[in-house]
């Protein structure tokens, strides 16, 4: 009896390793697929595929699992899906609190979702929340970033303020000489001026 025993239990650790290692299996094959597809800049079957891989990890936590995650964060942040993107690195934050990659893309994450609440507003004719926004994204030191002076200097003009527009935009083309929209721009306010 105690034989059979011993047995029975040595089958089902086997099985159960078995099962393991199968289920690992798939996990890395969804994974090589969803990376493969962001290879091929298809980032909506990347997602899919990445999805079904944590799905069928049924919730471990482990390195693996946060890397499928990083890869889901890409998939959304590429298809312009920035809230979920936002969610998907608040739980890599709360999960690995000590993780300062975790930590920069979130936050990176914040800016790149103001810049374009930003640009929407300024499509929008919202120059009261463009401003605002311009002044949160100033607050977390990105007041130089290639889009936020553009944008800065659209808000200036769209508000008519025509001399901080010009000056704005004649120091972004010393940054960015070949912008032409940037040209345009100047081009236009100087005949506003004149």
Not at 144 to 171: C, I, P
Request: proline share 1%; charged share 25%.
């Amino acid at each position: 009896m105690k034989k059979n025993s011993i047995k029975i239990i040595s089958i089902c650790i086997v099985f159960l390793l078995f099962t393991a290692c199968a289920k690992n299996n798939k996990i890395l094959e969804y994974r090589r697929e969803g990376i493969n597809a962001i290879r091929n800049n298809n980032y909506s079957d990347a997602l899919n595929y990445f999805n079904i891989a944590i799905k069928t990890g049924n919730g471990q936590v482990g390195e693996l699992q946060y890397d499928l995650l990083l890869y889901k964060a890409e998939c959304l942040f590429m298809l312009g899906k920035y809230e979920e993107c936002r969610n998907v690195y608040s739980i890599l934050v709360d999960v690995n609190p000590n993780n300062k990659q975790f930590k920069e893309l979130y936050g990176l994450l914040d800016d790149i979702s103001k810049l374009t609440e930003l640009k929407n507003a300024l499509n929008n004719d919202d120059t009261e929340l463009s401003a605002e926004l311009i002044n949160q994204i100033k607050n977390s030191g990105i007041e130089h970033d290639k889009s936020v002076l553009f944008n800065q200097a659209v808000l200036y003009e769209k508000q008519g303020n025509w001399r901080d527009a010009l000056n704005t935009f004649n120091y972004y083309i010393k940054l960015y000489p070949n912008d032409q929209l940037a040209l345009q721009e100047i081009n236009f306010i100087t005949v506003q001026l004149k």
